[in-house]
């Protein structure tokens, strides 16, 4: 696969804080690459100055090999954090409007399907839930035809089903070859869509990878907690470390299914056992010792 966009040491500097410390990384044509971080770790900053809406202090960005210029402009869609959309106007006058200003155009037809439009086309701008209207946002970046497309927290605010909604669009997308940048502090989110990801705090990238191989690089144990009901002599002699915590006997291990092999061996009750695998938000806190929501 070849790289669709690079950027190397970017740096955004503010009087007294430097939002952007030195991010470099470089995506793949048609994967979703997500920069998951917790709130102020530097995301939006970060693509903001890869996007060229936001002065870069210092770093280099080239789009296909090239430094960016007139092909980035044209074929990247983004879709921001807070567009105010036009008073007075109703979804389907939005998109025509803004659709009119390219002269790289999309189908409407195929951007009012995927982002799941028809039903709200005639309705007012400001008489739109949040989810509709984050859908017409992402609408609005896909009228170019675009192959990079940038997406800033898409999902912030909405309701689970809203988002779920949002997850299937951007799947869409994907599916229709496009690369896709989004940043994300739900790691449920970068987890499900995301091809590669790294990992930002502190306007440092800390770590990079695929969802899978983090989790196996700094987490590679589930958790397997067991009811305190299960007596302590039951459980010893066992090849794992037992600790006995208030919400249960718990063990860490590599493999669950060798776990409970060995206990259904001892013909134990294992009915309110619970198994944790680890996750992103696990990642994180592995390597920053706080949450992703902190
Ligand atoms: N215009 C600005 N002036 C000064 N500091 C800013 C400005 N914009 C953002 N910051 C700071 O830069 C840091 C990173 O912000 P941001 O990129 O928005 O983080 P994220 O998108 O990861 O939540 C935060 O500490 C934020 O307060
Ligand atoms: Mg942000």
Redesign the pocket.
Known sequence: MSSILEVRDLVKQ??G?R??DGVSFSIDAGVCFGLL??????????IEMIENTLDLTSGEVFYKGQPRGQKFREEVGIQFQSTQLLQYLTVEETLKTFHRLYTRQASLQQIIETCQLSDILKRDNRKISGGQKQRLLLALALLNEPELIFL??PTTGMDPQARRNLWDIVQAIKNLGKTVIL?T?YMDEAQILCDQISV?DK?KILTSGTPKELIQRYCPHVTIQLPLSLPAETLQNLPWTIETTPGGHELHAKDAREVLKVLMERDLDLSDISIHSPNLEDVFLVLTGRSLRE
């Open positions: 503010y009087p804080l939002a952007v971080g917790p709130n102020g770790a530097g995301k939006t900053t970060t800033d927290e940043t502090h930002m306007g």
